[in-house]
Nanobody, 123 residues
Framework: QVQLVESGGGLVQAGGSLRLSCAASGRTFGNYRMGWLRQAPGKERDFVAGISWSGGNTYYSDSVKGRFTISRDNAKNTVYLQMNSLKPEDTAVYYC????????????????WGQGTQVTVSS
C-alpha cells in the first residue's frame, strides 16, 4: 500500500496562488503514476492533473491547463501541485492519489488516496 498525506491548502483570493504537497510512504512511490483530483460540494470527484512515474509526462484537465503545474520529486516521495491564477470555481477539496489501472483521467483508476486538503478561493 501507499499512504498519502496532503498539505498546503487554505483560503486565497482570486488571482492568488497556492502550492499543494503530497507526501507518500509505504510501497515504492516511483512505481506509481500520481494524480490530483478535486471534489466541490455536491459534485463528483474530478481529475485535475496527473504525472508519469518519471515526471516526464504530465496531464491536465482543460479547466486548469496553463494555470496549474504538477511535479514530483521521487527522492523525497512527494508530488506537488502549483496552482496559479486561482478562480472561485477552483474551490474544492483536493486529493492526491496513486494511479493503478485504467485511464489516469478518471477517479476510478486510483486505488490509494490521501485525506484531502481544502482549497477555498474568494472572489
Amino acid at each position: 500500500q501507499v499512504q498519502l498525506v496532503e498539505s498546503g491548502g487554505g483560503l486565497v483570493q482570486a488571482g492568488g496562488s497556492l502550492r499543494l504537497s503530497c507526501a507518500a510512504s509505504g510501497r515504492t512511490f516511483g512505481n506509481y503514476r500520481m494524480g490530483w483530483l478535486r471534489q466541490a460540494p455536491g459534485k463528483e470527484r474530478d481529475f485535475v492533473a496527473g504525472i508519469s512515474w518519471s515526471g516526464g509526462n504530465t496531464y491536465y484537465s482543460d479547466s486548469v491547463k496553463g494555470r496549474f503545474t504538477i511535479s514530483r520529486d521521487n527522492a523525497k516521495n512527494t508530488v506537488y501541485l502549483q496552482m496559479n491564477s486561482l478562480k472561485p470555481e477552483d474551490t474544492a477539496v483536493y486529493y492526491c492519489a496513486a494511479h493503478t489501472q485504467g485511464s489516469i483521467f478518471y477517479a476510478g483508476g486510483y486505488d490509494y488516496w490521501g485525506q484531502g486538503t481544502q482549497v477555498t478561493v474568494s472572489s
